[in-house]
């Protein structure tokens, strides 16, 4: 741990099991220094931290992440998959039809699962997903005007 009692990059991947990598702490760091990026530009990100990664290593690496619950996949449809560092809470998203852009929206209720189903069918519900859809503040203007 360091001083400030914050674990390390390589420390929260030993502790979810992972080996440390240079280009999974890089892996990590990008995807947690960005803002819901798709494997294309983390794999960018990456590169100018690291040196060359292949795109197959890039995706084997953000699931193993993802797996191991140190980042989300977001899989708006008809959309690329897009990663976030944002874990362990229980939060969804904006996503603006007109250009893509996507923003967290904390749950109106705040307590997991912030959604009750109608039916549960017998399922024991642990997690809602919702993602709302809609346009951004600028997609709005620029199509008010």
């Known amino acids: 741990m360091t001083a400030s009692g914050n674990p390390t990059t ?3 991947l030993r502790g979810a099991g992972l080996r440390v990598t240079a280009a999974r702490v ?4 990008a995807v947690r220094d960005g803002d819901h990026l798709g ?14 990664i292949s795109v197959q290593a890039v995706y084997e690496g953000l699931h193993a992440l993802t797996a191991a619950g140190l980042i989300r996949r977001l899989d ?3 959309s690329p998959a897009l990663y976030e560092g944002r874990v362990g809470d229980n ?13 967290d929206v904390d749950c109106a209720v705040g307590h997991a699962p912030c959604l009750t ?12 997903e919702v993602i709302y859809w809609g346009l951004c503040p600028a997609c709005s203007t620029a199509r008010s005007n």
């Open 91 to 103: 939060h969804h998203h904006l996503v603006c039809r007109s250009c893509g852009a996507v923003a």
């Open 39 to 52: 494997a294309e530009a983390i794999a960018s990100e990456v590169r100018g931290r690291v040196g060359h």
């Open 76 to 78: 708006p449809p008809g």
């Open 26 to 29: 890089a892996l990590l760091e």
């Open 10 to 12: 390589a420390e929260e």
């Open 117 to 128: 189903a109608s039916d549960d069918r017998g399922f024991a519900v642990d997690e809602a």
